[in-house]
Every structure is written in structure tokens, then in C-alpha cells.
């Protein structure tokens, strides 16, 4: 299994560009999630997917749109990017968010974002 | 908002020394979970807590959940090179996501 992987790995933008990022998870997961970490920031909660077809916001939305048409893909797209989103963004999956065991979350390996 | 702290923000050790690292809540957390990311690496899951004044062990590593569910600490006992990274705590509070705290980067000097 390849867990979960995201493409692409390193992306240079322009202000005003758009693109999308794309993450796939190969261990049927129902939730998906997308995450930027700034330094000092730790990981901050973007936007999650609770199931094929669904989206929710997390603590930073603003700029990002996401879609989960398949139930092993979570897309988010930067429609115009902007300065502020130079991140390294992370996707991760789970099993379950309950309490119980299986919701670990398994990251992918990451995409380095800059905007200049 | 819901925050989750963490410290210290940076921990410089000699290898062999012990390693501490806090998690702290506002409010009431249902569970915590542990994650370690290694230098140009992705947070791996370390451990779970869910029951109030939990312990669990780990080889050398203790994790322990408060009596309030409030706050939760990670020991790493004779560190060891291979120790290194960043290490993030992250809650759950009474909503369904995990809210990471903002990590503890530890350095092992050998």
C-alpha cells in the first residue's frame, strides 16, 4: 500500500496564479483532511472531508476551495494565491474522528508551496 | 478559539538526558493524540489517550493524560539521537477535529 500520497511535491506560484493540489489515500478512509504548517505555527486544519461527496471548513478556509468527488481523493485549489499561503501543506486520513481506536491520522509527505 | 499549547517551543539535550514536553487546554478535551515529525518529514502517529489520568509507556517514552483532561505531557527518558524532531500534541474537543498544538522541536546532541 502506498498510504497516502500527494502531488506535487514543490510548486512555485506567481500572485494570482491558481492550482490545485491533489492527495490520494489507498486504505478506504472515510475522512480526509488538509493541513498547512507555517514555523511556530504548528499544523493548522484547512478544510476536512467527512466522506465521498462531502466538505467542511476548518480553522483557516479563507482563500482555499476543496472537493472530494471520489471517496481515495482530496483536491484543494488556491484560486488566486497570495504571499500568506507560502506553506508546506500536508493531507492526512483516518479510519473514524471518534473516540474509539482507527481514527490516527496518516499523513502524506507533504507539498512545499511558495508564492512569490 | 479553541487552542491547544504547547512547550517548550525548543528543547536542546545531551544524548542520555531526559525530555519533557506540555500540552496545554482550555477547556476539556475528549481525547489526545501524539505525533512525531522528523526533520523534512510528516507527523507520524505515536499514541492515543482518551481516559482521564491515563499513562501509557512506549519503550522510552510516557505519555500521560491529567485527571481533567486538560493538559497531557510526553517523557522521553535517555534520549537518543534517533529522538529527534518535532513532537505535536493535538485534542479533540467536544467538535469532531483535532486541534494540533504547536509543537515541541527537540535537538540530542550526541
Known sequence: ?116 | GQQVMQIPQYQHVQEGEDFTTYCNSSTTLSNIQWYKQRPGGHPVFLIQLVKSGEVKKQKRLTFQFGEAKKNSSLHITATQTTDVGTYFCAGKHDTDKLIFGTGTRLQVFP
Request: proline content about 4%; charged content about 15%.
Open chain 1, 1 to 116: 500500500n502506498a498510504g497516502v500520497t500527494q502531488t506535487p511535491k514543490f510548486r512555485v506560484l506567481k500572485t494570482g496564479q491558481s492550482m490545485t493540489l491533489l492527495c490520494a489515500q489507498d486504505m478506504n478512509h472515510e475522512y480526509m483532511y488538509w493541513y498547512r504548517q507555517d514555523p511556530g505555527m504548528g499544523l493548522r486544519l484547512i478544510h476536512y472531508s467527512v466522506g465521498e461527496g462531502t466538505t467542511a471548513k476548518g480553522e483557516v478556509p479563507d482563500g482555499y476551495n476543496v472537493s472530494r468527488l471520489k471517496k481515495q481523493n482530496f483536491l484543494l485549489g488556491l484560486e488566486s494565491a497570495a504571499p500568506s499561503q507560502t506553506s508546506v501543506y500536508f493531507c492526512a486520513s483516518s479510519y473514524s474522528m471518534g473516540l474509539a481506536g482507527e481514527n490516527e491520522q496518516f499523513f502524506g509527505p507533504g507539498t512545499r508551496l511558495t508564492v512569490l
